[in-house]
T-cell receptor, first 113, second 112 residues
Framework: SQKIEQNSEALNIQEGKTATLTCNYTNYSPAYLQWYRQDPGRGPVFLLLIRENEKEKRKERLKVTFDTTLKQSLFHITASQPADSATYLCALDIGQAGTALIFGKGTTLSVSS | ETGVTQSPTHLIKTRGQQVTLRCSSQSGHNTVSWYQQALGQGPQFIFQYYREEENGRGNFPPRFSGLQFPNYSSELNVNALELDDSALYLC???????????FGPGTRLTVT
């Protein structure tokens, strides 16, 4: 069956450390993968999109990697801050050019000062 | 630039009733997607509309239907409501293609 797994439901780290979140999938062959942030009671907010032919993408303190052989994406937040505390969602684009995003359950990150 | 808006914010319905949720897309976007998010879960894809036509559908029964209007706003209709339909319903607008989606704040539906 097709699955998307985000490594853990909750991740607790100290301010200033690097947070690493994992997204693994099976039986999909996505051409694109996206990461979103969701705060309680709000809609997801887009962070990064990476294509299957890109190994790595960066945006400020964020970095995402995409390994289509391992069927895995890693999402890193460097120099984490308490304001980074939120749920982070991995989404596979499995439709024909953006017609369907399939989300994982998310990982809730808590950054303590 | 106006963001994605949804109405109503909260809604309580009785099992068996019908509900209509509304979404206004971000200015310039021609595609709208609808998602259902149960508590503690990620959003689940319901369907997507592009130029007023359904352009993809997830694993939801036909009692979930939608419309997209010429101004790219959209409606999600759910008939014969069931208790399991209680969730946060999110709409997201985008340009057609593999682009980021801009989500609204959602409509919290409770079915009793």
């Amino acid at each position: 069956s097709q699955k998307i797994e985000q490594n853990s439901e909750a991740l607790n780290i100290q301010e200033g450390k690097t947070a690493t979140l994992t997204c693994n999938y099976t039986n999909y062959s996505p051409a694109y993968l996206q990461w979103y942030r969701q705060d309680p009671g709000r809609g997801p907010v887009f962070l990064l999109l990476i294509r299957e032919n890109e190994k790595e993408k960066r945006k400020e303190r964020l970095k995402v990697t995409f390994d289509t052989t391992l069927k895995q994406s890693l999402f890193h937040i460097t120099a984490s801050q308490p304001a980074d505390s939120a749920t982070y969602l991995c989404a596979l684009d499995i439709g024909q050019a953006g017609t369907a995003l399939i989300f994982g359950k998310g990982t809730t990150l808590s950054v303590s000062s | 630039e106006t963001g994605v808006t949804q109405s109503p914010t909260h809604l309580i319905k009785t099992r068996g009733q019908q509900v209509t949720l509304r979404c206004s897309s971000q200015s310039g976007h021609n595609t709208v997607s609808w998602y259902q998010q149960a508590l503690g879960q990620g959003p689940q894809f319901i369907f997507q509309y592009y130029r007023e036509e359904e352009n993809g559908r997830g694993n939801f029964p036909p009692r979930f239907s939608g419309l997209q209007f010429p101004n790219y706003s959209s409606e999600l209709n759910v008939n014969a409501l069931e208790l399991d339909d209680s969730a946060l319903y999110l709409c997201a607008s985008s340009y057609q293609g593999p682009n980021e989606q801009y989500f609204g704040p959602g409509t919290r539906l409770t079915v009793t």
